[in-house]
């Protein structure tokens, strides 16, 4: 199993796909939203990612330029092989909600899939926080915001809880973008990182409002979001909230917390929830 693939930061288009991994992520991309669509991806990828041989690939997915690793992150997997599955429904929902001075916060973004949709579509007063944890996903994260004109999307390097402080990072070794501040069983490692309230975050970057947030934080949800809507102002409770969906492993029930503030279900999907307010 590959635990960490080093980050190259030489200038975009060093890996630009050729030969018969550029055939296959052609082909990849064109497949079907369907199980066989997403079975031949599938097979199609492997193929790609052997060939690869550890090495990323620079592309143009959701609208943003990314230098991605198809190896132990399913997320940039997913991204680089078959962006049009990647959360669909959920893009197509916060697509709607997109304007030109959009708030837009992003909790445990990763490698900017969602951040860097919105900065592509939004305007140039929007403004966009990214927030990721682990070291290596987050300088993959930055690198990918740079090599886009978008200059909206600023990135945090911190885990959001329910306190600020630090606080201990538990890994999955097999999927960099699996991390979690609940304590794992899935005998990966853990390291400790500074943490941050929701709240205190908001302050500190001075947002009137949130127009939208994202949140994925691998069953860790509840912590973040329970206190912060006990204690921050209504002003700052996002109009449209996309979280994943991990009810097996919250202790508060966000589907029951959330209509208490106002909010009611819009989407469903396999992997997230949304709600809106009003």
Same mark, same amino acid.
């Given at each position: 199993?590959?635990?960490? !693939?080093?980050?190259?930061?030489?200038?975009?288009?060093?890996?630009?796909?050729? @030969?018969?991994?550029? &055939?296959?992520?052609?082909?990849?991309? =064109?497949?079907?939203?369907?199980?066989? /669509?997403?079975? =031949?991806?599938? +097979?199609?990828?492997?193929? $790609?990612?052997?060939?690869? &041989?550890?090495?990323?690939?620079?592309?143009?997915?959701?609208?943003?330029?990314?230098?991605?690793?198809?190896?132990?992150?399913?997320?940039?997997? #997913? +991204?680089?092989?078959?962006?049009?599955?990647?959360?669909?429904?959920?893009?197509?929902?916060?697509?709607?909600?997109?304007?030109?001075?959009?708030?837009?916060?992003?909790?445990?973004?990763?490698?900017? @899939?969602?951040?860097?949709?919105?900065?592509?579509?939004? @305007?140039?007063?929007?403004?966009?926080?990214? !927030?990721?944890?682990?070291?290596?996903?987050?300088? =993959?994260?930055?690198?990918?915001?740079?090599?886009?004109?978008?200059?909206?999307?600023?990135?945090?390097?911190? $885990?959001?809880?329910?306190?600020?402080?630090?606080?201990?990072?538990?890994?999955?070794?097999?999927?960099? /973008?699996?991390?979690? !501040? =609940?304590?794992?069983?899935?005998?990966?490692?853990?390291?400790?990182?500074?943490?941050?309230?929701?709240?205190?975050?908001?302050?500190?970057?001075?947002?009137?409002?949130?127009?939208?947030?994202?949140?994925?934080?691998? &069953?860790?949800?509840?912590?973040?979001?329970?206190?912060?809507?006990?204690?921050?102002?209504?002003?700052?409770?996002?109009?449209?909230?996309?979280?994943?969906?991990?009810?097996?492993?919250?202790?508060?029930?966000?589907?029951?917390?959330?209509?208490?503030? &106002?909010?009611?279900?819009?989407?469903?999907?396999?992997?997230?929830?949304?709600?809106? #307010?009003?």
């Amino acid at each position: 199993m590959l635990r960490s !693939i080093p980050n190259d930061l030489s200038p975009f288009g060093c890996y630009a796909p050729k @030969g018969l991994t550029a &055939g296959i992520l052609d082909r990849t991309r =064109r497949c079907a939203l369907s199980w066989a /669509g997403a079975r =031949r991806a599938f +097979i199609l990828r492997r193929l $790609a990612v052997k060939a690869l &041989g550890g090495q990323p690939l620079d592309v143009e997915a959701l609208g943003a330029l990314m230098r991605l690793y198809p190896y132990n992150n399913t997320c940039e997997k #997913r +991204i680089l092989f078959t962006p049009q599955f990647f959360d669909p429904a959920e893009r197509a929902l916060l697509a709607t909600r997109i304007r030109d001075d959009m708030i837009f916060v992003d909790i445990g973004a990763n490698i900017g @899939g969602y951040s860097l949709f919105v900065a592509a579509r939004a @305007g140039s007063r929007a403004r966009i926080l990214a !927030i990721e944890p682990h070291p290596v996903i987050f300088e =993959r994260l930055t690198y990918n915001i740079s090599q886009n004109p978008f200059a909206t999307v600023k990135a945090i390097d911190c $885990a959001i809880a329910d306190r600020d402080g630090e606080i201990t990072l538990f890994l999955d070794p097999g999927n960099q /973008g699996e991390t979690s !501040i =609940r304590i794992s069983d899935s005998g990966g490692e853990y390291l400790r990182v500074p943490a941050k309230s929701l709240k205190n975050v908001l302050a500190e970057e001075n947002y009137p409002r949130v127009d939208a947030l994202k949140i994925d934080i691998e &069953g860790a949800e509840d912590v973040v979001l329970e206190p912060f809507f006990r204690e921050a102002a209504p002003a700052l409770w996002p109009q449209l909230l996309i979280c994943a969906h991990s009810r097996s492993r919250w202790s508060v029930d966000l589907d029951n917390l959330l209509p208490d503030y &106002g909010y009611r279900e819009v989407l469903r999907t396999r992997s997230n929830i949304a709600w809106e #307010r009003g």
